[in-house]
């Protein structure tokens, strides 16, 4: 089993940044990716930013540009920087991790969320 742990989510305003925290631990696979997802009220669970066991990355095309995954290996945590937010991005953000097959990511334990909503 894994689990995952989020910090960092809160209440900004337009055109100001947060930087989301997730810490794995448990059975942790050395070839694993991380990532985010996020989840508007009304609206399907979304893949926001990916990174595979390599370093690749995959963003959304909606945050592109504004958004940074990073992780550190060494302490089994992935980071999400957003900058730029608009209120389009408030949602639920979700810490995601599984399996990196290479061909793909086989995304299977979650984290319990952590809101970020962008407000004036």
């Known amino acids: 089993q894994v689990q995952l742990v989020e910090s960092g989510g809160g209440l900004v305003q337009p055109g100001e940044s947060l930087r989301l925290s997730c810490v794995a631990s448990g059975s942790i696979s050395s070839n694993n990716a991380m990532g985010w997802y996020r989840q508007a009220p009304g609206k399907e669970r979304e893949l926001v930013a990916g990174i595979g066991s390599g370093g690749n990355t995959k963003y959304a095309e909606s945050v592109k540009g504004r958004f940074t995954i990073s992780r550190d290996k060494s302490t089994n945590t992935v980071y999400l920087q957003m900058t730029s937010l608009k209120p389009d991005d408030t949602a639920v953000y979700y810490c995601?991790?599984?399996?990196?097959?290479?061909?793909?990511?086989?995304?299977?334990?979650w984290g319990q969320g952590t809101q970020v909503t962008v407000s004036s």
């Open positions: 995601t991790t599984g399996r990196d097959a290479g061909t793909g990511w086989a995304f299977r334990y």
